[in-house]
């Protein structure tokens, strides 16, 4: 079943002096089936930024349609859009965007907060969601007493625990160390294999490699996909990485 719907989408900037216009997505078209993974790849300028944030309603196409179980994104009003990420998407940023001033625990649930999810729901949320994590004995601490891989754990917490449909990550793995990211890349295969559907943009061919199929962005269009089939994390990496030269040279 298709979760999400990308089709004939595009966006156009216009510069502030002389009105020139930038066409960062020129015509992208694609879906994503409930329960995919998906990496999104591409050089920087390629559009695969843009791309996120219209995925993430934080901007809307120039033209064309986004659909999320059957529902236009377009016709979200600026005012219900907020309401409309807490309730439909996840988000986990290369930058934590943890507050200092709160717990882990109240980190975490923040979302369900602000959506006024009862309590009790909120901590059943919390108490099968945290073990799962490695969080359940950091729940007391503060982020500033986190190491990079544990804060980026709790990010991941806070989107997962919305139960989205799904988990938008834009470059997780930027600021964390080889180990860490390992860690959360499984962490991130692990979910996706309880049902989490989870589109990624990544720099990286390690983090492309743990996802099931990935889409390269090129000058605003969409160059190739490639799937990983039965193919290992190694195996699936190598391709990858060819078709990254391929598209960066243009010599196959």
Do not use: C, W
């Not at 290992?232 to 990254?244: A, G, K, P, V």
């Amino acid at each position: 079943m298709k979760i999400l719907e990308v089709n004939n989408v595009k966006k156009t900037y216009h510069t502030r002096l002389g009105g020139a216009k930038v066409e960062a997505l020129k015509q992208i078209n694609f879906s994503v089936e409930a329960g995919e993974y998906v990496a999104i790849m591409g050089e920087s300028g390629s559009g695969k930024s843009t791309l996120l944030n219209l995925l993430a309603t934080l901007d809307k196409p120039t033209s064309g349609d986004i659909l999320l179980n059957g529902k236009n994104m377009n016709d979200i009003k600026e005012k219900e859009a907020a309401a409309f990420r807490r309730e439909h998407l996840g988000f986990v940023f290369q930058q934590f965007n943890l507050l200092d001033t709160f717990s882990v625990q109240d980190n975490i649930l923040l979302p369900l907060v602000l959506a006024k999810t009862p309590l009790k729901e909120m901590m059943y949320r919390l108490d099968k969601l945290a073990p799962q994590l490695g969080l359940n004995k950091l729940l007391e601490k503060y982020p500033y007493e986190l190491s990079g891989g544990q804060q980026q754990r709790v990010a991941a917490a806070r989107a997962l625990i919305t139960q989205p449909d799904i988990l938008l990550a834009d470059e997780p793995t930027g600021a964390l160390d080889s180990k860490t990211s390992t860690q959360l890349l499984s962490l991130f295969q692990e979910v996706n294999k309880q049902g989490q559907t989870i589109v990624m943009v990544t720099h990286s061919v390690v983090a492309a490699s743990h996802a099931n199929r990935v889409l390269f962005i090129k000058d605003g269009q969409v160059y190739n996909q490639i799937y990983r089939g039965s193919q290992n994390n190694d195996d699936f990496l190598n391709q990858i990485s060819e078709t990254m030269t391929v598209l960066l040279t243009g010599e196959a």
